[in-house]
């Protein structure tokens, strides 16, 4: 009798033994893992291979306080962006992005069709964002200095622009050269009740982003970047076309107009130290008509630039990056306006951002700055505190 | 402007129907057969291959998820070698060949196939070329002695690190093998 519990005690103990080993050993299996999982695309990959079938997931988002001197600041989650892709194979990927801006409302930012048709060009069609100045295509937080974009980047690029269309894109090796060239769906300027772009934002209000867009002239959107000087990159981009009205004004004089922009862009990094600048202009063809018919009042041209540079403070083999920046921008929305709009002297901007750029990690960032922000009329200079988190993995 | 968009589409399935090759591994030997013949000025090289021989026995790491060792030889003489890795993008994957002399001094890197729109910079023929006539017991920094491509940060990284790399593990591996 007690030898058969002795039996049965070992062999509980001995399977219990076996069973630590186990747990043990994988324990020791995770941590190994563990050691080798450093980074944010790593983690990327594992997934990928954890899912065969060439899905991607990945992703950006910016959590924001502003501070204005004596009013309520405000506290937002600005955008959260999910990014979904997949391979059919190795020509032919599919990308989009699903925003969420102020937590409630829902948009798609990218959702396009990638065929490659050599190593160096490929056909694309879809919702894609246009190529203009450095944010509207980098805007993720990791990748700009400050908590909110540059402002010229909101009023006179319509950041985030985005429009249905296809064209061709690829690079040059040998001339470290990269190219865009596509067919846009424009801006609308007249939904048919009343005129949508205006003096204060340019364009802004006048993005169709992909929802149900009213399209009849087609507009042409370029991009040249040349990187072919060690730390430099320089970017040329033009966009041209006329903007949309709807069907019921389409023929009324004024419902639409022709519009240019153009952009020269700079970006310079060396050893710790980085410096960016913007240069955009923008005119508009029958601004007068537009104003006659809508009593808005659109500028007939915008100019603008803002010069950044900042300072890494940690050494250089430091994972984690510390930039000390400041950015001066000076932009125009009435920069000349037509002889039926008084020029408005507010829309002449001029602001300052100093603050820091902590990056805990590739990809996560601690942002915090100081804006003052004026315009041409005298005595209008305004202070903001920001302090924002921005990932992107 | 309707005949400009029919035209339009009309060069682009033009452009679909071209027969293209896109194997990748054949576009990968394709293109290291052309580099080779640039780099060592001759067509009558023969490769063998020596992935896993001593002094190339080497793991794949985070920063190097795929590779191939091959010698050039011609006529019996050891010209240099080549090497293939793939290494990470943002989302993806890319191909890179390293060739080196008989001495392991690199002679050229190039960028075989990048999949990703983002990042695809670092193929610039002017980037690589900072790694160039650099020996094994080089080591690259990012920011100090190999400069940065603003938007491309994640693949340049990459980039550096797969090749630091692969340069560590040879110069440890062929000094195990000559002892």
């Known amino acids: 009798m007690n030898f058969r519990i002795f039996n049965i005690l070992t062999a509980i103990l001995l399977s219990m033994s076996a069973f630590s080993q186990k747990a043990s050993d994988s324990l020791s299996t995770y941590q190994g893992q563990n050691l080798l999982q450093i980074n944010g695309y790593q983690r990327i990959l594992q997934n990928l291979e954890a899912v065969p079938n060439g899905m991607t997931f990945g992703g950006y988002a910016e959590v924001l306080y502003n501070q204005p001197e004596s009013a309520n600041g405000e506290i937002d989650v600005q955008r959260l962006i999910l990014l979904f892709g997949y391979k059919f194979d190795d020509r032919t990927q599919f990308v989009t992005e699903v925003e969420f801006e102020h937590v409630k409302e829902v948009y798609i930012e990218q959702a396009f069709v990638n065929y490659a048709l ?128 709807a069907n019921e004004v389409f023929d009324t004089s004024g419902s639409t107009v022709g519009m240019s922009m153009l952009g020269l862009d700079a970006r310079y990094s060396y050893r710790r130290f980085t410096a960016r600048g913007q240069y955009i202009t923008s005119s508009i063809k029958d601004a007068f008509q537009y104003n006659q018919l809508t009593s808005k009042d659109l500028a007939s041209s915008m100019a603008g630039y803002y010069i950044e540079s900042a300072y890494n403070l940690l050494p250089i083999t430091n994972r984690q990056r510390l930039f000390a920046f400041v950015r001066y921008e000076n932009f125009d929305t009435h920069k000349s306006v037509p002889s039926n709009v008084v020029q408005n002297p507010s829309f002449h901007r001029k602001e300052i951002t100093t603050g820091l750029s902590y990056h805990l990690a590739p990809g996560a960032v601690f942002k915090i700055d100081y804006q003052n922000k004026s315009t041409a009329i005298v005595d209008s200079n305004k202070g903001q505190i920001n302090m924002g988190v921005g990932v992107w993995f | 402007m309707t005949s400009l968009i029919t035209n339009f589409f009309i060069a682009l399935m033009c452009l679909l129907h071209t027969p293209l090759d896109f194997d990748v591994s054949k576009l990968v030997q394709k293109r290291m057969q052309k580099e080779i013949t640039k780099v060592f000025l001759c067509k009558d090289f023969d490769l063998e291959e020596v992935t896993g021989t001593p002094g190339f026995q080497f793991q794949n790491s985070t920063y190097l998820t795929d590779h191939q060792i091959y010698k050039i030889n011609r006529s019996g003489e050891l010209l240099g070698y080549a090497f293939l890795g793939s290494a990470p993008s943002k989302t993806d994957t890319f191909e890179y060949l390293i060739l080196f002399d008989q001495n392991f001094i690199q002679k050229k890197a190039k960028i075989m196939v990048y999949r990703e729109d983002y990042g695809g910079e670092i193929s610039s023929n002017r980037w690589l070329s900072q790694f160039k006539d650099t020996t094994l017991g080089e080591k690259f920094v990012y920011g100090d002695n190999i400069s940065a491509i603003s938007g491309a940060t994640i693949s340049v990284k990459s980039m550096t690190h797969s090749i630091n790399y692969v340069y560590s593990q040879l110069q440890r591996q062929l000094a195990v093998a000559s002892r």
């Open chain 1, 118 to 245: 050599s190593n160096s060009l490929n056909v694309r069609a879809g919702l894609m964002l246009v190529p203009m100045g450095i944010i509207n295509e980098y805007h993720e937080p990791t990748t700009f200095n400050g908590v909110e974009r540059p402002s010229m980047d909101n009023k006179l690029v319509p950041t985030t622009w985005r429009e249905i269309g296809m064209g061709l894109s690829g690079r040059s090796d040998a001339l470290s050269l990269r190219y865009q060239a596509y067919i846009f769906n424009g801006f609308l300027s007249h939904n048919g009740s009343g005129g949508l772009i205006k003096g204060s934002n340019g364009f802004r209000s006048g993005r169709q982003k992909g929802a149900e867009s009213v399209f009849r002239t087609p507009n042409l959107s370029m991009k040249l970047d040349f990187y072919g000087v060690n730390g430099l990159r320089l970017g040329l981009s033009g966009y041209f076309g006329k903007t949309q009205a």
